[in-house]
């Protein structure tokens, strides 16, 4: 597999249960990115991982815990959503270090709480 | 502060007419600039970036865009436009050696046969 993979493409799950996304990059980079694009919204950056470590947190509710066990893999762990958190969720990766950091975009999952 | 504002969310346009889609920014450094389209049930794909060398940046599939710094833009063209180019598009920004990128909220291109 090459670039950015995200699995799975598409996820039903109820308030109460508890899910999780994964999101693999085959890229070699170091930064990776979640992220959630609601309709008629700009993309919201959730949360920035780089060389394994959070840098970035933007108030995102605590109901959304990220894991970033080693750089070539981010997870968005989901318990007790709720409807206004159906969205497609992005994930990304980079390669830090220098002056710009190009994001490579995976598919998305498609989430929808119901 | 740093934001990035596309002018229309709905563009239509001809088979084979010009396709120009339109991007502001504010940013209180020099800033890099980026286009991503995103098809439908797909990620955002890099389209072409600017990193403060050349102002005119050639993309994939036919596009470019032109970096404009006394008018604060960064629009996308194409001069003929092409069924497969329906899609939606994003400007976006960040600065130097920072990871977060300012997206703005996009433009649906609609190409008319």
């Known amino acids: 597999e090459t670039g950015v993979t995200q699995t799975p493409r598409h996820l039903v799950m109820g308030m109460t249960n508890k899910k999780s996304l994964k999101c693999e990059q085959h890229l070699g980079h170091n930064a990776m990115y979640w992220y959630k694009q609601s309709a008629k919204k700009p993309l919201e950056l959730m949360f920035v991982y780089s060389l394994e470590e959070r840098v970035e947190n933007n108030s995102v509710p605590s109901r959304f815990s990220p894991e970033c066990p080693n750089s070539s893999h981010l997870f968005l762990h989901l318990h007790t959503l709720q409807p206004e958190d159906s969205a497609l969720y992005l994930c990304a990766s980079s390669q830090g270090g220098g002056s710009v950091y190009e994001q490579y975009f995976g598919p998305g999952t498609r989430l929808t709480v119901t | 502060a740093q934001s990035v504002t596309q002018l229309g969310s709905h563009v239509s346009v001809s088979e084979g007419a010009l396709v120009l889609l339109r991007c502001n920014y504010s940013?209180?450094?020099?800033?890099?600039l980026f286009w991503y389209v995103q098809y439908p049930n797909q990620g955002l794909q890099l389209l072409l970036k600017y990193t403060s060398a050349a102002t005119l940046v050639k993309g994939i599939n036919g596009f470019e865009a032109e970096f404009k710094k006394s008018e604060t833009s960064f629009h996308l063209t194409k001069p003929s436009a092409h069924m497969s180019d329906a899609a939606e598009y994003f400007c976006a920004l960040s600065r130097f050696g920072n990871e977060k990128l300012t997206f703005g909220t996009g433009t649906r291109l609609t190409i008319i046969p």
């Open positions: 940013s209180s450094v020099p800033p890099y």
